[in-house]
């Protein structure tokens, strides 16, 4: 019997448990904490042995390949042990490829990836394709796969999840960026950070296609010391290839197959350049999976974003409140700040990331009024913005930042959750913090007269 074992109980190992397990693999799962109920349930209604509150490191290096959850940094003991005896490990995602016939659509990139993700099933499956959606959204492949398979995955996939990868190859890449984020699993070195993105390509070839933002210099600096096999098509806020896509700020024009393809902002759903750079990424790639114009045009006219970003939660008094709380970086705040030309009241702070502040500059001053730093130490954060913003507050309660920012907002102003840090001082991640957040806003009442 194939044997398997599985570090992490998460919604990935337990999806790859239970595909392992109907295939006919004897597994066993460990985790270093505690696992879900819910989750404990599946693994024993599926008959499958599991530890939890540590490892059993000699039992685990024992099985012939592991598969590790895409947080377990390869530093880990169990995975150092295991990887030193030479016994492979991967990801779910790599595991599930196995068990798939389907074409593969990978979509990686520091920031943008949840929204082209949503974006790509989404007109994918308006124009009639036979698709699923998995990876870093959703339901993991591998519980999808026990249920049944797809002619076509979008996958959201983590460098992460990439550096698991041994065999698994995309029909399609899209690749929406690459700024500064997680060099602590990298050795604190960009470049490693680039070339695990773009290691997304490596067993691609010449009949693939790989989409990605033009304007991108980490992109272009990891590619150059590249052969790129796949065929290219680029996106840009400048210039149209022959195979690529532009938003000249008024318009998406997408130069397909020796035509070209119109559709104005003012009529789809999202809106703000980094946002038309993922629609652009997203269409570029159902029409090479093969929907036509007219679902393209339809379903980029009624797409609905993912929670948590940039997600409008209510207006009150003429005050709009916006959850943004996957914003845990720096340039995924840039991008939210400049979606808006009103005035701001900006909720940002928790885990900084070793954060260079000062690319925010630009979008913050003269545009926010407020900033309300909600985190245990907000030192850095104060001291970036002293002098730029005219008030900043400070709490580690989301529903005093959510009344202040009614209290100092005026009709048409803006209250803006997008925190560029991680949640992990106060919250348990970046759900929990919008889900928080998103349930003070609406417990807020008018102001008092």
Same mark, same amino acid.
Request: charged letters at 25%; glycine letters at 10%; one cysteine or more.
């Given at each position: 019997?194939?044997?398997?074992?599985?570090?992490?109980?998460?919604?990935?190992?337990?999806?790859?448990?239970?595909?392992?397990?109907?295939?006919?693999?004897?597994?066993?799962?460990?985790?270093?904490?505690?696992?879900?109920?819910?989750?404990?349930?599946?693994?024993? $209604?599926?008959?499958?042995?599991?530890?939890?509150?540590?490892?059993?490191?000699?039992?685990?290096?024992?099985?012939?390949?592991?598969?590790?959850?895409?947080?377990?940094?390869?530093?880990?003991?169990?995975?150092?042990?295991?990887?030193?005896?030479?016994?492979?490990?991967? &990801?779910?995602?790599?595991?599930?490829?196995?068990?798939?016939?389907?074409?593969?659509?990978?979509? +990686?990139?520091?920031?943008?990836?949840?929204? +082209?993700?949503?974006?790509?099933?989404?007109?994918?499956?308006?124009?009639?394709?036979?698709?699923?959606?998995?990876?870093?959204?959703?339901?993991?492949?591998?519980?999808?796969?026990?249920?049944?398979?797809?002619?076509?995955?979008?996958?959201?996939?983590?460098?992460?999840?990439?550096?698991?990868?041994?065999?698994?190859?995309?029909?399609?890449?899209?690749?929406?960026?690459?700024?500064?984020?997680?060099?602590?699993?990298?050795?604190?070195?960009?470049?490693?950070?680039?070339?695990? %993105?773009?290691?997304?390509?490596?067993?691609?070839?010449?009949?693939?296609?790989?989409?990605?933002?033009? $304007?991108?210099?980490?992109?272009?600096?990891?590619?150059?010391?590249?052969?790129?096999?796949?065929?290219?098509?680029?996106?840009?806020?400048?210039?149209?290839?022959?195979?690529?896509?532009?938003?000249?700020? =008024?318009?998406? %024009?997408?130069?397909?197959?020796?035509?070209?393809?119109?559709?104005?902002?003012?009529?789809?759903?999202?809106?703000?350049?980094?946002?038309?750079?993922?629609?652009?990424?997203? =269409? +570029?790639?159902?029409?090479?999976?093969?929907?036509?114009?007219? =679902?393209?045009? =339809?379903?980029?006219?009624?797409?609905?974003?993912?929670?948590?970003?940039?997600?409008?939660?209510?207006?009150?008094?003429?005050? +709009?409140?916006?959850?943004?709380? %996957?914003?845990?970086?720096?340039?995924?705040?840039?991008?939210?700040?400049?979606?808006?030309?009103?005035?701001?009241?900006?909720?940002?702070?928790?885990?900084?990331?070793?954060?260079?502040?000062?690319?925010?500059?630009?979008?913050?001053? &003269?545009?926010?009024?407020?900033?309300?730093?909600l985190g245990k130490d907000n030192d850095k954060l104060k001291a970036a913005f002293e002098g730029v913003?005219?008030?900043?507050?400070?709490?580690?309660?989301?529903?005093?930042?959510?009344?202040?920012?009614?209290?100092?907002?005026?009709?048409?102003?803006?209250?803006?959750?997008?925190?560029?840090?991680?949640?992990?001082?106060?919250?348990?991640?970046?759900?929990?913090?919008?889900?928080?957040?998103?349930?003070?806003?609406?417990?807020?009442?008018? %102001?008092?007269?």
């Amino acid at each position: 019997m194939k044997r398997i074992a599985i570090l992490g109980a998460g919604e990935s190992g337990v999806g790859a448990a239970l595909l392992a397990k109907v295939n006919g693999y004897e597994v066993f799962v460990s985790d270093g904490g505690s696992i879900k109920d819910s989750r404990k349930l599946q693994l024993e $209604e599926a008959g499958i042995d599991y530890e939890e509150g540590g490892h059993e490191s000699e039992k685990l290096v024992g099985f012939p390949e592991l598969i590790k959850s895409p947080g377990i940094p390869y530093s880990h003991p169990v995975v150092k042990a295991a990887m030193e005896q030479g016994t492979p490990v991967i &990801d779910e995602l790599e595991f599930a490829f196995g068990f798939s016939q389907g074409k593969v659509i990978a979509i +990686t990139g520091t920031n943008g990836k949840t929204t +082209t993700a949503m974006l790509t099933y989404h007109l994918m499956k308006n124009g009639g394709l036979d698709v699923g959606l998995g990876g870093n959204v959703g339901q993991s492949w591998a519980s999808q796969l026990v249920h049944g398979d797809h002619d076509w995955w979008v996958l959201e996939v983590s460098s992460f999840q990439i550096d698991g990868f041994m065999t698994l190859r995309p029909k399609i890449a899209v690749l929406t960026n690459i700024t500064p984020d997680h060099l602590d699993r990298y050795d604190y070195k960009m470049d490693n950070y680039i070339q695990a %993105k773009l290691a997304v390509l490596k067993q691609m070839g010449e009949e693939d296609d790989f989409i990605y933002y033009r $304007e991108d210099q980490h992109i272009w600096r990891g590619m150059s010391s590249m052969n790129i096999r796949p065929k290219v098509h680029e996106v840009s806020l400048e210039n149209i290839g022959k195979d690529g896509g532009l938003f000249n700020g =008024a318009e998406v %024009k997408l130069n397909f197959r020796n035509r070209m393809i119109s559709i104005p902002e003012s009529e789809m759903a999202l809106k703000g350049n980094h946002n038309m750079l993922n629609v652009m990424c997203a =269409a +570029t790639a159902a029409l090479l999976a093969g929907v036509n114009e007219e =679902a393209l045009k =339809a379903g980029l006219a009624d797409f609905k974003n993912a929670p948590h970003r940039m997600e409008k939660v209510r207006e009150l008094e003429g005050v +709009t409140f916006i959850n943004d709380s %996957k914003g845990t970086n720096v340039d995924a705040t840039v991008y939210a700040l400049s979606t808006f030309k009103e005035p701001l009241i900006w909720i940002a702070g928790g885990v900084d990331k070793g954060n260079d502040y000062e690319t925010l500059m630009p979008v913050v001053k &003269d545009h926010v009024k407020v900033l309300i730093c909600l985190g245990k130490d907000n030192d850095k954060l104060k001291a970036a913005f002293e002098g730029v913003i005219p008030e900043i507050l400070e709490t580690q309660d989301i529903t005093s930042a959510v009344q202040w920012g009614l209290e100092r907002g005026a009709n048409g102003d803006v209250v803006l959750l997008s925190p560029a840090c991680a949640s992990f001082d106060l919250f348990k991640n970046y759900e929990d913090r919008g889900d928080q957040f998103k349930k003070a806003v609406n417990n807020l009442k008018l %102001k008092a007269i």
